[in-house]
């Protein structure tokens, strides 16, 4: 049973299809119309688009289950496998997605750290933040994709189930013991390539990432920013996909899972950044949080036959992370700490 994917890609191309298409909509929808105009995105905006991204989420949730449950029995394939429950198994599928859900917006802090230091470096002006965001976030669906599609084929190999699941016990341990050094957009390689190959204006120029003066094409802050933020989420990713594979081996959860967790990131940021120096201890649980889902892949799966249940990895991701914020807001600042922060 271990061995059997749930979701074929070869029987589900079609919903990878439409599930893309459903995704292109709604960004178009987003930035064609709610967001045609450069505004600075308030509280409340931000507070109703991360409603609607999540609501989304979770109706998506509810219509998988539903449809797993119809499917499953109708499955030859599966309902020869000795012992299977189909609605155990639609059930454990859904939980999957959440797990993956939840786990890909925890790690999705760091992105939002990422967006508060770029936008402040490069002085981005907060009405064209969005639009850096939009195209941002649509460079990371498409890198993404790429990642999820090489892991589903990595993920097969037992030893690099074993390697990514150590190099996600050490990511964690780094995150709990490593001190925290400033970023510096502008000593980034990929940043000083950019400056090399093409002239970059010295400030924005309205919300456009490249224009032409004296028929010599110049890029705009904007576009280094965007940049930077496309390599940071590559990185991220190879934390984040690995992360997923380690709560399920379906492609298609963690697809979907992935892909409706990044949809909401824009919205996250403009609802957080405000406040993100509140979390302090966020970063620990997110350290935890990896190293949970690497000992998941090294060791508890097997320790448990074959699968951790995914109720109890739910429920200790859900709790760490919930700790570490209850840390943050209730733990007082010490006067050092807030001397240093200064």
Known sequence: MDSVILFPFADYWWFYGLFTLFVLAVLALDLGVFHRKAHVVGFREALTWTIVWISLAMGFAYLFHQYALWKFPL??????????????????????????????????????????????????????????????????????????ALGSVLMQYHYIVILFGVFLVLTGIKILFAPEKPMDPGANPVIKLIRKLIPVTPTVEGQKFFLRRDGVLYATPLFVALVFIEVSDIIFAVDSVPAIFAITKEPLI???????????????????????????????????????????????????????PIGWSLGIIGSLIALSVIASLVIPVRKSDSDAAA
């Open 75 to 148: 499955d030859p394939r599966l309902m020869a496998i000795p012992g299977f429950d189909p609605a155990a198994m639609a059930k454990q599928s859904t939980l999957e997605y959440l797990t993956g859900f939840v786990v890909e917006k925890a790690l999705a802090v760091d992105n939002v750290f990422v967006f508060v230091v770029v936008f402040t470096y490069f002085a981005i002006p907060p009405q064209y933040q969005h639009r850096v965001l939009f195209y941002g976030i649509l460079g990371a669906l498409i890198f993404r994709s790429i990642f999820i």
């Open 254 to 308: 963690v697809f979907t899972s992935n892909i409706f967790a990044i949809l909401g990131l824009r919205a996250m940021y403009f609802l957080l950044a405000g406040v993100m120096d509140k979390f302090r201890y966020l970063k620990y649980g997110l350290g935890f949080v990896l190293i949970f889902v690497g000992l998941k892949m090294t060791w508890l799966n097997e320790a448990f036959g074959g699968k951790f």
